[in-house]
């Protein structure tokens, strides 16, 4: 709302403004009105104007435009000399917040139990959370109830910062997983840890390129962190490379020189007149298979004896 200056002495007009604002490197704002006051004008030499002509006062009243516009000119040149002061004043801000950034605290890689029966184990980079409770009411009443998740340790942000959206943080999750053993529950993270405990054998691991928001302060990444190369496509690694090359790069390979087709041979007497249906052709025989040994009889064939000739008997 425009507030009315207070005059030293009162005048024919009321000057009315907003609260100049200055917020450095940011913001300032100036704004100013006036406004004829009746009441006042014998405080003015409005009478004396009327009497003029009115040549003479369009006159008067261009130069008096004139010379607001020298002063408003000059206005925003000195506004214009604030805009750079005050970018210097913001890139210096900038520089503090990222200074006073204060590094993620971790467990170094260790297994550790918070005050809320969280066990967490965590890196500058990355943090793992379980949870295993007892339900001790409802449908699940005397189950485990198992909490897990695997996020980026992302730094505090800047508390000056503003409109900052640092992306999706949580790397996986599991919120709901209930057994009815509590060493089936702890079977179950250790499992879950095993998949994931490459994460956490180094303090500062590269940070994965779709991570990497959160660990850039005004544009700068943060100090004793690295950022993982991006994973490409086959198919985007491949058009790189052959937009790499040039028309001689590639050689063009000979061309095969075809061979004409042979003319047809002039058939033999022996061959088939044309129009001649052709013989049929003999059904192939299946390749002939192994015969079984014959069975034996169970009788041995009998064999027949040899007749000795008997030799003649002289008379």
Do not use: C
């Amino acid at each position: 709302m425009a507030n009315r200056r207070k005059e030293a002495e009162p005048t024919f007009y009321r000057a009315w403004h907003r609260q100049d604002e200055l917020d450095p490197g940011i913001r300032m704002a100036l704004e100013r009105s006036v406004e004829f006051d009746r009441y006042q004008v014998d405080r003015s030499d409005l009478s004396e104007l009327v009497k003029l002509p009115l040549s003479e006062l369009q006159a008067r009243r261009k130069a008096g435009v004139s010379a607001e516009k020298t002063i408003m000119a000059n206005i925003q040149a000195a506004a214009q000399e604030w805009e750079t002061q005050a970018a210097r004043t913001m890139l210096l801000d900038r520089a503090i917040e990222y200074i006073k950034t204060p590094q993620v605290k971790h467990t170094s890689n260790k297994w550790k139990q918070q005050e809320n029966g969280v066990w967490e184990i965590s890196n500058r980079v990355y943090i793992m959370r379980y949870r295993i409770t007892q339900m001790t009411e409802g449908d699940k009443k005397g189950q485990w109830l198992v909490t897990w998740g695997v996020a980026v340790h992302r730094p505090q942000r800047p508390s000056t910062e503003k409109h900052y959206y640092v992306g999706d943080t949580m790397v996986v999750e599991q919120k709901k997983k209930y057994y009815n053993a509590e060493a089936d529950a702890q079977h179950y993270i250790q499992g879950r840890f095993d998949v994931y405990a490459h994460l956490f054998t180094e303090l500062s691991p590269p940070i994965p390129d779709k991570f990497k928001r959160p660990f850039f302060i005004n544009g700068i990444l943060l100090p004793g962190y690295t950022v993982a190369p991006r994973e490409r496509p086959p198919q985007e690694v491949a058009e790189e490379l052959l937009s790499l090359l040039h028309e001689g790069d590639i050689a063009e390979l000979p061309a095969v020189e075809q061979e004409a087709p042979d003319a047809p041979a002039a058939p033999s007497p022996e061959q088939t007149p044309p129009g001649t249906p052709e013989a049929p052709k003999p059904k192939e025989q299946p390749p002939p298979q192994p015969k079984a040994p014959p069975a034996k009889t169970a009788r041995a064939a009998a064999k027949k004896p040899h007749r000795k000739k008997r030799a003649a008997m002289a008379r």
